[in-house]
């Protein structure tokens, strides 16, 4: 009778408690699996963000050099500073193609950008 009921919750009872003991293991498990992901998303968001840095500095590098490689460029050695006088230095530069080749320039020459190098003084530095 009543022995016997005992007996059968109290086996009920203990194995309730191994059943109990079992899930919190597979939820530790788990909670420690879960807590690895977490890191590890982090991290790849992080490296993520990184690359697209990276990829964002590199792509300006890319077309600074395409544009750069669009451009004819001229590179004029031992024009004297300041006989360009008021005219400016695209003028003056126009002036002295057109004289040194002998051509008229007009409208077959178009200088979008004139510039002078800056001299550095490197004594100063010393």
Known sequence: ???S???KIKETTNELKISMKAIQERLKET???ISVVEDATAQLTSDGEKHGKSIDILWKRVEDLENRSRRN???LVGLKEGREGGEGLVKYIQ???AD???MDL???LEIE???RRVRIDRRAWF
Do not use: P, Y
Request: net charge negative.
């Open 1 to 3: 009778g009543v022995a």
């Open 5 to 7: 009921d005992v007996s």
């Open 31 to 33: 909670e420690s699996r």
């Open 73 to 75: 460029n001229v590179r």
């Open 95 to 97: 002036d002295v193609l």
């Open 100 to 102: 040194g080749l002998g």
């Open 106 to 108: 007009d409208g077959e």
């Open 113 to 115: 950008r004139a510039h």
